[in-house]
Structures are given as C-alpha cells and as structure tokens.
C-alpha cells in the first residue's frame, strides 16, 4: 500500500547464532522469502546509523 525502497530495507540473518536467540525451529527448516536469505550476520551488517555523532549536542 506504500512505496517500497528496497535500498532502505535491511535485516539480520536468523540463523546468527551470537544473536543467541532460540527460535524454536531449525533456521534451516524455516521457510523464508528469497530477501529474508540474504541477510547477513550481525557481525557482517553495515550500520547505516552514525554511532560516533553526538544527537544531544547543540
């Protein structure tokens, strides 16, 4: 019903292990669309948010 700007859409893989979530389902059995595949590790993801910016400074 809107816009979509695949290059503004990002995500996590859900078969990242450090994240140590317990899904409750192999991520191999888990049925995911061909964009959900292709996230990467959360270790390998580039931020697009500056952390090194103070917000609160005027």
Partial sequence: DNYYAPQADGGISIADDSLGIDWRID??????????TKHP???DFDSPFDYNVDQYKQ
């Fill in 27 to 36: 991520p191999a059995c888990a049925i995911l669309s061909e964009k959900d």
């Fill in 41 to 43: 590790l959360l270790a």
